[in-house]
């Protein structure tokens, strides 16, 4: 069986970025930029004040109290028209542009206002409460580096930059196929035998939240016929999952059946837990990773070998996983062959350290518990038993 960490390099080694699209700013939160931004003005512009104030001379102003002649007003948005002379003050506003020979900024409350004079009660040092041009950026200077996933904060600084159009990788498409006679979807009549199929709806969320598109192709049947026809609706896609029917078991065609469509298989079994049966090949053109059905399976195997296919496609730079160091709330026994990611939760101590708290039944099929989970404890095959108060490594969900 493969090492989770050679299955992942296998994995990767397949995808390669997807190619650049434009979109406005407005629509670039939650891409991936494809090209670096720079600035393509200076900002600011002048001078400006960063106060509401006086702009003064500081050379007028050696000792206070001092009066000073009001000559005009700058509001954020016009220019004073001449510049500032000796014994001169021009009442400002926040983000106006200094008048020429201005250097420093008398604050409002360091004043009183008499008639067409300004009295300063405190001597300004030179130079304060002004943002220089170029303070921020100036033209020319980088902005955003691409390979970044756009968040709020680049967005506003890329619009700050009067870039109105950006290059984004595009959106990976990625298509769903669930198998199994035994599912019907959420809300969907059942016989007593059914049950609910939960892994699509989760995968698809796990798709968006990756960045991708994603495509539900419905429910395969435990039968060639189903499962080749439903697996057709993959082509175009850029990824196809599919989920259950990946084991040993009488009905797990997924594997016999799409062998027989072009499916070139690269690994189909990998030594984790949970996940096992983890398939990974072509079906034509098209990559698919084949995830166990059991709904926590499909889920940790989409987080561990998804989310980095996909972040590959989107040309990302960050490293897949957030992974962190816990200290153990109860003790484990020695680990088996396969790698474990263990659900658990996590406490934070005053100082930031984070404690896990394994959940004490671990099985495959129980949602709840990676519901309520915050973390994943990993334990490497053949781990040695460990008591509580030792340390381990944790993948942080979310
Ligand atoms: P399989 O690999 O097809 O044998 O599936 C393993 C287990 O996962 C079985 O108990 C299935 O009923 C369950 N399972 C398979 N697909 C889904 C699904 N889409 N949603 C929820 N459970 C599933
Ligand atoms: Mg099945």
Not at 195 to 207: D, G, M, P, R
Not at 365 to 373: C, G, K, Q, V, Y
Request: glycine share 10%; aromatic share 4%; proline share 9%.
């Amino acid at each position: 069986m493969l090492s989770v960490d050679e299955a992942l390099a296998r994995i990767l080694a397949a995808f390669s970025p997807l190619p650049a699209e434009t979109v406005s700013v407005d629509e670039a939160f939650g891409r991936v930029l494809a090209a670096a931004v720079t600035a393509r003005i200076t900002q600011p512009p002048h001078a400006v004040s960063a106060m509401d104030g006086y702009a003064v001379r500081a050379a007028d102003l050696p000792q206070a109290p001092a009066r000073l002649r009001v000559v005009g007003a700058v509001p954020a948005g016009s220019l004073f028209e001449r510049p500032l002379g000796a014994g001169e003050a021009v009442r400002i506003f926040t983000g106006a542009p200094l008048p020429e020979g201005a250097d420093s900024i008398v604050i409002q409350e360091d004043t009183d206002q008499d008639g067409d004079e300004v009295v300063v009660k405190e001597v300004p040092s030179r130079g304060v409460y002004v943002r220089a041009r170029g303070l921020d950026f100036s033209e020319g200077d980088p902005g955003v580096e691409a390979g970044t996933w756009l968040t709020p904060r680049h967005v506003g600084l890329i619009a700050a930059m009067d870039v109105p159009w950006v290059s984004v990788h595009r959106r990976p498409r990625v298509a769903i196929l669930s198998t199994g006679d035994e599912l019907v979807m959420p809300g969907e009549q059942r016989r007593p035998s059914q049950i609910v199929s939960s892994n699509a709806i989760a995968l698809s969320a796990l798709v968006r939240d990756c960045g991708g598109e994603p495509i539900n192709l419905g429910i395969a049947a435990d039968n060639r016929d189903s499962l080749e026809r439903l697996a057709a609706g993959a082509e175009g896609a850029d990824l196809l999952l599919t989920t259950g029917g990946a084991s040993v078991g009488d009905h797990d065609l997924v594997r016999a059946v799409l062998a027989e469509e072009q499916l070139s298989l690269d690994f189909w079994r990998i030594a984790m837990r949970p996940g096992k049966p983890l398939m990974f090949g072509h079906l034509g053109k098209t990559p698919m990773i084949g995830l166990p059905g059991n709904p926590v399976s499909s889920l940790v195997c989409g987080l561990l070998f998804v989310r980095p296919a996909m972040e590959r496609m989107l040309g990302l730079t960050r490293p897949p996983h957030r992974l962190g160091t816990a200290e153990l709330m109860a003790p484990l026994p020695a680990n088996d062959k396969r790698q474990d990611y263990m659900r658990a939760t996590l406490e934070s101590g005053p100082e930031g350290q984070l404690s896990a708290v394994p959940f004490p039944k671990q099985d495959s099929s129980m949602l709840r518990t990676l519901s309520r989970a915050d973390c994943l404890i990993v334990r490497a095959p053949h781990a040695p038993a460990i008591q509580a108060g030792e340390f381990v490594p944790v993948l942080l969900l979310d």
